[in-house]
Nanobody, 125 residues
């Protein structure tokens, strides 16, 4: 199983980005997926998650209303649309796969068993 994240970059405050994560080697549509981020010197934190069905999503309070998670099962891809970015959003963003088929979405990184390599998002003020 491989997860390949992309879409990060250097942007200014107020700008938008779209992150993508392509999953290969797995029955993608059966797994809940999530995005986490880690800033230098800080622990990895939950950003957003989407259920395996795509019907349910959940967001960290810090990104609610600004970020949108979605999935395209035909393309084995999850996306994270980031808007109204601010410098506090600067981090490496990781996509993760939930540890088990048909399990509900989770905010806990320990309940994810596969991770992408990360994509860097840097927001300048």
């Amino acid at each position: 199983v491989q997860l390949q994240a992309s879409g990060g970059g250097l942007v200014q405050a107020g700008d938008s980005l779209r992150l993508s994560c392509v999953v290969s080697g797995s029955t993608f549509s059966l797994y809940a997926m999530g995005w986490f981020r880690q800033a230098p010197g800080k622990e990895r934190e939950f950003v957003a998650a989407i259920s395996w069905s795509g019907l349910y999503t959940y967001y960290a309070d810090s990104v609610k209303g600004r970020f949108t998670i979605s999935r395209d099962n035909a393309k084995n891809t999850i996306n994270l649309q980031l808007t109204s970015l601010n410098p506090e959003d600067t981090a490496t963003y990781y996509c993760g796969r939930r540890n088990g088929r048909y399990k509900e979405l989770s905010l806990d990184s320990y309940e994810y068993d596969r991770w992408g390599q990360g994509t860097q998002v840097t927001v300048s003020s």
